[in-house]
C-alpha cells in the first residue's frame, strides 16, 4: 500500500469516499523458491511450458503471524 503512514491515511480515505474494493498483492517472483521455479523452465529440461498455476494456500494459521485488520 505504501511504506508512509499518511499516505495509507490517505488511500484508505479516497477508498471509503468512493465506496470501492482495495487489495494489496505482495510480489513473490523474487523468493528464492520463485526464482528456483523460473531457473527450471527457462533451462528448458521441463519441456516446453505452456501453462503453470501456481497457488499459495492460505490457511488460518497464514494471519497468526502478520497484521490482518478488517472493517466493514
Known amino acids: 500500500?505504501?511504506?508512509n503512514e499518511e499516505e495509507c491515511k490517505?488511500?484508505?480515505a479516497a477508498v471509503e469516499a468512493n465506496h470501492c474494493i482495495f487489495a494489496?498483492?505482495?510480489v513473490?517472483?523474487?523468493t528464492p523458491y520463485c526464482t528456483q521455479i523460473?531457473?527450471?523452465i527457462d533451462s528448458g529440461v521441463l519441456g516446453r511450458v505452456i501453462n503453470i498455476?501456481?497457488?499459495e494456500p492460505v490457511g488460518y494459521y497464514h494471519f497468526?503471524?502478520?497484521c490482518?485488520?478488517?472493517s466493514h
Open 64 to 66: 497468526a503471524h502478520r
Open 38 to 40: 523460473k531457473k527450471v
Open 28 to 30: 513473490m517472483r523474487y
Open 53 to 55: 498455476q501456481h497457488l
Open 68 to 70: 490482518v485488520q478488517t
Open 10 to 12: 490517505a488511500i484508505t
Open 1 to 3: 500500500m505504501s511504506v
Open 24 to 26: 494489496v498483492g505482495h
